[in-house]
């Protein structure tokens, strides 16, 4: 069955560093996701993808947070300037699209920021 | 605002019914859903319930819509261990562009 695929499971990095979280989604789906949950709390939205454009975001979803789909299977999340804040689970959703609205989640990138 | 609301907790007895609530805010939401997370995994759908539906049901599960009220709830008939997780409830915004999750509901199932 396929599945989103995250890498890595874990990413430790130091304050103020870039990072780049890695998704893969299913591979004929077309709108792409990112959400964050800090540990013990809710599942947050940050960004939506569609078409090479990013959909809609969240307030969290700042200058120092982009998207990109580099290819045709790869969709990242990066990071700036990471802040102590930052440190959270980090999932990738996909779907195929509106009309069928089941969100594919990935099993998350855990991000530590020290 | 945008906010989706649950109770924190519940703890049910195996093979009781286990009712989730939720509510929610945005009254033009095309779907609701119901998400399980096991403890260190990621989200998985369990079920979601069209906007004009009151009722779905799934096999264990059946949802309750009732949008006057704006709330939605999840009822696991014959509760097993295998059912301890958070289940979240979520709504989405912006036709589907955005969707807005609680902060989960604990379930603990005794055996």
């Known amino acids: 069955e396929p599945e989103v695929t995250q890498t890595p499971s874990h990413q430790v990095t130091q304050m103020g560093q870039e990072v780049i979280l890695r998704c893969v989604p299913i591979s004929n789906h077309l709108y792409f996701y990112w959400y964050r949950q800090i540990l013990g709390q809710k599942v947050e939205f940050l960004v939506s993808?569609?078409?090479?454009?990013?959909?809609?975001k969240s307030e969290i979803f700042d200058d120092q947070f982009s998207v990109e789909r580099p290819d045709g299977s790869n969709f990242t999340l990066k990071i700036r300037s990471t802040k102590l804040e930052d440190s959270a689970m980090y999932f990738c959703?996909?779907?195929?699209?509106?009309?069928?609205?089941?969100?594919?989640f990935g099993p998350g990138t855990r991000l530590t920021v020290l | 605002g945008e906010d989706v609301e649950q109770s924190l907790f519940l703890s049910v007895r195996e093979g009781d019914s286990s009712v989730i609530n939720c509510t929610y805010t945005d009254s033009s939401s095309t779907y609701l859903y119901w998400y399980k997370q096991e403890p260190g995994a990621g989200l998985q759908l369990l079920t979601y319930?069209?906007?004009?539906?009151d009722m779905k049901q799934d096999q264990r599960l059946t949802v309750l819509l009732n949008k006057k009220d704006k709330h939605l709830s999840l009822r696991i008939a014959d509760t097993q261990t295998g059912d301890s997780a958070i289940y979240f409830c979520a709504e989405d915004y912006t036709g589907g562009f955005k969707t807005i999750f609680g902060a989960g509901t604990r379930l603990f199932v005794k055996a």
């Open positions: 993808f569609y078409n090479n454009e990013i959909s809609e």
């Open positions: 959703a996909s779907s195929v699209g509106l009309a069928v609205p089941e969100q594919f």
């Open positions: 319930i069209f906007s004009n539906m």
